[in-house]
Nanobody, 124 residues
Framework: QVQLVESGGGLVQAGGSLRLSCVASGRTFSSYAMGWFRQGPGKERAFVTA????????YYADSVKGRFTISRDNAKNTVYLQMNSLKPEDTAVYFC?????????????????WGQGTQVTVSS
């Protein structure tokens, strides 16, 4: 079992920045690739970004490329999502997720463990 707890969400004006954190407990953090997904009002859960187990490979949705950065610190069992140049359309609940393989990271149904989510609201 892996428990994931997100934090760092909040209300920010358009153009601002936030950094989300997701702390994992349970099994060895470095054994899992990590992803961030988001679910906006009335929308399905959508892929945002993912990072491989060793952090050397990262993947981004087109909508966030150049604005968001994923990183991880395996010594701290934490994955981060730095979000810059935020837009109102980034408003959503953001979830982190863990998958024991480095493939299929863009698909929510490939992940085994999920956090409870953290709300990000971007005002115009």
């Amino acid at each position: 079992q892996v428990q994931l707890v997100e934090s760092g969400g909040g209300l920010v004006q358009a153009g601002g920045s936030l950094r989300l954190s997701c702390v994992a407990s349970g099994r060895t953090f470095s054994s899992y690739a990590m992803g961030w997904f988001r679910q906006g009002p009335g929308k399905e859960r959508a892929f945002v970004t993912a990072i491989s187990k060793n952090g050397r490979s990262t993947y981004y949705a087109d909508s966030v490329k150049g604005r968001f950065t994923i990183s991880r610190d395996n010594a701290k069992n934490t994955v981060y999502l730095q979000m810059n140049s935020l837009k109102p359309e980034d408003t959503a609940v953001y979830f982190c997720a863990a998958r024991p393989w480095n493939d299929g990271l863009g698909s929510a149904d490939k992940y085994d463990y999920w956090g409870q989510g953290t709300q990000v609201t971007v005002s115009s």
